[in-house]
Each structure stands twice: as C-alpha cells, then as structure tokens.
C-alpha cells in the first residue's frame, strides 16, 4: 500500500498568519493517463466526520474559502491556509485514491492557535 | 440534500460481531460505491472496503480480510458493514462514505456522523 507522511505532527500558528502542512506520498500519485494527482484534503473538528477541502491536489470543493489552497505532484503535497482563521482550528489529513490500489491516509496534522 | 446516517453506538465483547448501517437518503442509492472507514483512536484514518450499490460487488481491505462484509439494500437504500472476531483495537469510530458516481474510489465528498463501537470484556 501507499504509505502517506505529513509534516508537522501539530502546528500552532497567529490569527490572519500562514499555515503550511506537508504530505508525502511512498510512491507517485499522479498517473499518465489523465496527468492528476490523485490526492485529496480534509479537515476534521473534534466530534465530527472529516470534511473534503481539496481534491486533485488542488482543485478547492464547492464552498471551501479560497484561504485554503494546495499544491504539488508526484509524492510531495502541500496543503496551506492562509490568513488563519478561529474556525480553522482542526486536524488535517491527506488522502492518496489510487484507482487500482488501496486508498490511503496520513496520519494527520493538528493545527492550533498560537 | 444528500444525507447518510449511521446507526447508534456499539459496546461489544471480544471475540463477538458488529454491524453498523448507513442509511443514504437524497440521491439515487445504486449508481454509487459505499466505503467503509475506520479511525480507532490516535490512528489514522484506515479504509475497510467498499460496495457497489448497483450490483453488490464488494472490495475489502487485506488488513480486515476474512472479518469484514459490506452488503447493501437498494429496497431501503441501505449499506452494512459487519466485522466478526472483534478485539480490543477494533474499537473506534465507524465511517460509510461516498464517492463519485460511476467508481469506485475516489475521494469522499459525504460521510455518515460515524458510529463509536468499543470492543471491552
């Protein structure tokens, strides 16, 4: 299976600053037949299921502020919200979909108010 | 509005089974795959397996192999997710979640609220 890293384990960051969160693929997730990324993004609140921010590496989902954006290909991934808000408190994970092998999380990045 | 609801927490034996439901409601149930994610506490997210609602084929994770079955209901638009042979690292928090229309993996736009099942002697 594809093994996926992030980077920091937790982070805390000032209101309105940059946070930056690293995602490391054990094998390329971008496929020659279509030329994507098969890498999504997700924010999780205490309590509640995780919610899709980012799909394709960097395509936002519908309704997602433009403060959160992502980046990278092949195995280097970088999810980064700008301008932090209060509501932006959260854990964020990467996910790789391969279409012909397991699909895959990392381990999560705790992001907190400095 | 699309919704998918799982039914209530779970406290079981070891050695006993589970089987955790997720209701979809507001899109047509058959032409989707339903995945089944678990997060045990201080793990990662980890994928069980899926099921086509269209016409029941099934993928499972090797990690789950031989104790997982995902079945559905198209009569009440309903997936099932059971796991035989429960031991203590099995407790956590229970996922169904949607993909695209037409595959079968993918990233998940809508997830169930997640079903706490704690596996205790």
């Known amino acids: 299976d594809i093994v996926m890293t992030q980077s920091p384990d937790s982070l805390a960051v000032s209101l309105g600053e940059r946070a930056t969160i690293n995602c490391k693929s054990s094998?390329?997730?971008?496929?020659?037949?279509?030329?994507?990324?098969?890498l999504a993004w997700y924010q999780q609140k205490a309590g509640q299921p995780p919610k899709l921010i980012i799909y394709?590496?960097?395509t936002r989902e519908f309704g997602v502020p433009d403060r959160f954006s992502g980046s990278g290909s092949g195995t280097d991934f970088t999810l980064t919200i700008s301008n932090l808000q209060a509501e932006d408190v959260a854990v964020y994970f990467c996910?790789?979909?391969?279409?012909?092998?397991?699909?895959?999380f990392g381990q999560g990045t705790k992001v907190e108010i400095k | 509005q699309v919704q998918l609801v799982q039914s209530g927490a779970e406290v079981k034996k070891p050695g006993a089974s589970v089987k955790v439901s997720c209701k979809a409601s507001?899109?047509?149930?058959?032409?989707?795959?339903m995945h089944w994610v678990r997060q045990a506490p201080g793990q990662r997210l980890e994928w069980m397996g899926w099921?086509?609602?269209?016409?029941?084929?099934?993928s499972y994770s090797q990690n789950f192999q031989g104790r997982v079955t995902i079945t559905r209901d198209t009569s009440t638009t309903t997936a099932y997710m059971e796991l035989s042979r429960l031991r203590s690292e099995d407790t956590g928090v229970y996922y169904c979640a949607r993909v695209r229309a037409g595959y079968s993996s993918g990233w998940y736009v809508y997830w169930g609220q997640g079903t706490l099942v704690t596996v205790s002697s």
């Open positions: 394709w590496a960097s």
């Open positions: 996910q790789q979909y391969s279409s012909t092998l397991p699909t895959t």
């Open positions: 507001g899109f047509t149930f058959t032409p989707y795959t």
């Open positions: 094998q390329s997730v971008l496929y020659s037949s279509n030329n994507k990324n098969y």
């Open positions: 099921i086509n609602a269209g016409n029941g084929n099934t």
